[in-house]
């Protein structure tokens, strides 16, 4: 059965969709079992070719912008090289993180075995700088570790650069992991939380892009709203504004 990509914003040369979590923006040799990808679904379902501006991890979801002509794919490359394009994600993770702040740390580029097999190992480590908000607190009545309960926050990050796994590493890094990572998260909390709420998927969702529009050159504001298992995870979180 097709699945139908909820479009966000749609124009004559720009289109953004609301990236489901667990659905790869392209095909890839390294999932060569996976037969739904956004470019191909959105291809399929607006009847005309799509430029990719960016990309989402597989388990994110959110907003995810395309051009529709080569020209507008080039102009906005250089907004993101450039990084005039505001990108706004959502995201829960273990702890209180309270406040807001600026994680300023380095990341070198993490390399895939058999993709990455001839890139350079010892590349130096490039800025990665991403804000943080905190947008509520929540706790849950089970002990994952030494505390007899365990706390969550709702999150609010902006990227200011552009590394791969950026948020997730940063996160890592302030000793705040996102729910639900496989890669960089608390695998103990991410277990305890799945079987107390049944809920398994990255809690990161790409919620909203600002950008200059290449032709009308007014700000564009794209948003998209969080699925039913976000809306699930924060029901039984219940989220309250940090004292």
């Given amino acids: 059965m097709s699945v ?3 479009i966000l914003y749609h124009d004559d040369c720009l289109v953004a969709v609301n990236k489901p979590a667990g659905m790869l923006v392209h095909r890839s040799w390294l999932d060569t079992h996976e037969t739904r990808f956004v470019m191909q679904t959105l291809r399929d379902q607006i009847g005309q070719y ?8 597989r388990p994110t979801s959110g907003v995810l912008l395309f051009a529709l002509n080569p020209e507008t794919a080039r102009q906005m490359a250089v907004q993101f090289e450039q990084q005039r394009i505001e990108k706004h994600y959502l995201a829960v993770v273990r702890g209180w993180l309270l406040g807001e702040g600026r994680i300023d ?10 993709a990455d097999c001839m890139a350079e190992p010892d590349k130096a480590a490039q800025t990665a700088v991403s804000d943080y908000r905190c947008l509520g607190v929540a706790e849950l009545p089970y002990a994952c570790g030494p505390h007899p309960s365990s706390r969550f926050s709702l999150m609010r990050l902006s990227p200011l650069t552009g590394r791969k796994h950026q948020l997730r590493r940063h996160l890592k890094h302030v000793f705040h992991p996102i729910l639900g990572d496989s890669n960089y998260g608390d695998k103990k909390q991410n277990r305890a939380l799945a079987a107390y709420t049944g809920v398994r998927r990255l809690m990161l969702h790409a ?6 529009h290449p032709q009308a050159g007014g700000q564009v504001r794209v948003e998209a709203p969080t699925d039913a298992v976000w809306q699930q995870m924060e029901d039984i979180l219940q989220f309250r504004l940090p004292e």
């Fill in 4 to 6: 139908l990509l909820h």
């Fill in 105 to 114: 740390y380095a990341l070198k580029e993490p390399l895939d075995k058999i």
């Fill in 207 to 212: 919620h909203s892009l600002v950008f200059t």
């Fill in 50 to 57: 799509v430029y990719p501006l960016h990309r989402l991890d």
